[in-house]
């Protein structure tokens, strides 16, 4: 089967005249329904990805296969979803890499598991981390929807604030709201030069972290950005800033396990 055509089961994302956007998926007993007008799914499935569909009230609609940064921003959630402008700096900053062994602690609704799934790819290995077992279902169904090889992923019902079994790590990234209480384990399990990474959305967070960072004689090189997201609107001479842009979502700390410092008190 051809990854460009429409198939039963796929993820579609229906864009109409003034660009507002709907994901859904195909059955071809369903009908999509909008203020704009309905038409069949039955008329998208077997169509190449990109086609224009004419609906019912003569709207014509752009279907495309979602991306994943489609796909995250739009796909059911029980929690506040990690943004994609955060999702691709975490992939930067934490170095994820094919082949990385990572844990993941807060899988929440699964979009930072869909960015690290891809990006350890078949070689690699994610454990997914949460205290909740509807987060780790809806989450799975998330995944299955858009990553197609899962044979790196596992799915883990605990408390990481406990400690975990998994050793020789080369990342830890966590979605906590204390995930000082990791570091201990964190020093514990992670390769010489592994990279701890904390998504957090306070600043007074990030401070009991950094403190809590430098006092312990395992982490170097600890780092926190911001991402703000401005989007640009051109259209013909008129060149400016959207008016509505994604500002703050959360801070990105990082930090390098190190051998203790030879000063150190």
């Known amino acids: 089967m051809s990854r460009h055509i429409f198939h039963e089961g796929d993820h ?22 909008s203020h704009v007008g309905n038409f069949s799914h039955a008329d998208l499935i077997g169509k190449e990805e990109g086609t224009r569909i004419l609906n019912s009230k003569g709207h014509v609609l752009l279907a495309v296969k979602p991306t994943m940064v489609d796909f995250t921003t739009q796909m059911p959630r029980i929690a506040t979803v990690v943004y994609p402008k955060d999702l691709g700096t975490i992939i930067t900053l934490g170095d994820v890499f094919p082949g990385a062994k990572v844990l993941e602690a807060g899988t929440g609704s699964g979009a930072l598991t869909i960015a690290l799934a891809r990006a350890v790819g078949p070689k690699g290995h994610l454990i997914s981390y ?6 780790i279902e809806k989450a799975k169904a998330n995944v299955t929807a858009i990553v197609e090889d899962q044979s790196c992923l596992t799915f883990k019902l605990g408390d990481v604030y406990e400690g975990f079994n998994e050793v020789y790590l080369d990342r830890v990234i966590l979605d906590l709201p204390e995930p000082w209480k990791v ?83």
């Open 12 to 33: 579609v994302l229906v864009l109409d005249r003034r660009g507002r956007r709907y994901l859904l998926r195909l059955d071809k007993s369903q009908d999509f329904h």
């Open 130 to 135: 949460d205290l909740r077992s509807d987060m």
């Open 183 to 265: 570091l201990s384990h964190a020093s514990k399990s992670l390769i010489p030069g592994g990279i701890f990474l904390s998504f957090l959305p306070n600043i007074l967070q990030v401070h009991d972290l950094t403190v809590e960072l430098k006092s312990h004689d395992s982490f170097d090189m600890i780092e926190t950005v911001e991402v703000l997201l401005r989007p640009w609107t051109l259209e013909g001479r008129r060149v400016r800033p959207a008016q509505r842009m994604v500002g703050h979502t959360g801070f990105i700390t990082t930090a390098r396990k190190c051998s203790p410092h030879p000063f150190a008190k």
